[in-house]
């Protein structure tokens, strides 16, 4: 059975970084594109950036050449690396492998398996 870890998340000040890991077992990660997603209060989950099993990423409008994905097949974990944030990024934020490729924004509804706890970000000054 595959179980997510989410971990990293914190409360930062605006213009604060943070990395975020998600961790899979049950799962071999190497032929999985990954993806994470993001739900602020009151919103409707949201894909953000993904990872191809190649090393490809694509990465929603507004967290571009902010939020970087990275990938450590050995140690089956993702990592989600974010810059310069913004109150608006305040968020839970989980992960999870892809059922398709990751060729644009992931659909929260195309992700193989169950989501994890996810681990919050919150970013205020």
């Known amino acids: 059975q595959t179980q997510i870890v989410e971990s990293g998340g914190g409360s930062v000040q605006p213009g604060g970084s943070l990395r975020l890991s998600c961790s899979v077992s049950?799962?071999?990660?190497?032929?999985?594109?990954v993806g994470w997603f993001r739900q602020a209060p009151g919103k409707e989950r949201e894909g953000i950036s993904c990872i191809s099993d190649t090393g490809r990423t694509a990465h929603r409008d507004s967290v571009k050449g902010r939020f970087t994905v990275s990938r450590d097949n050995a140690n089956n974990t993702v990592y989600l690396t974010m810059n310069m944030l913004k109150p608006e990024d305040t968020a839970v934020y989980y992960c999870a492998p892809l059922s398709t490729i990751c060729a644009a924004i992931p659909d929260p509804v195309n992700i193989f398996g169950a989501w994890g706890q996810g681990t919050q970000v919150t970013v205020s000054s």
């Open positions: 049950g799962l071999t990660l190497d032929y999985y594109a």
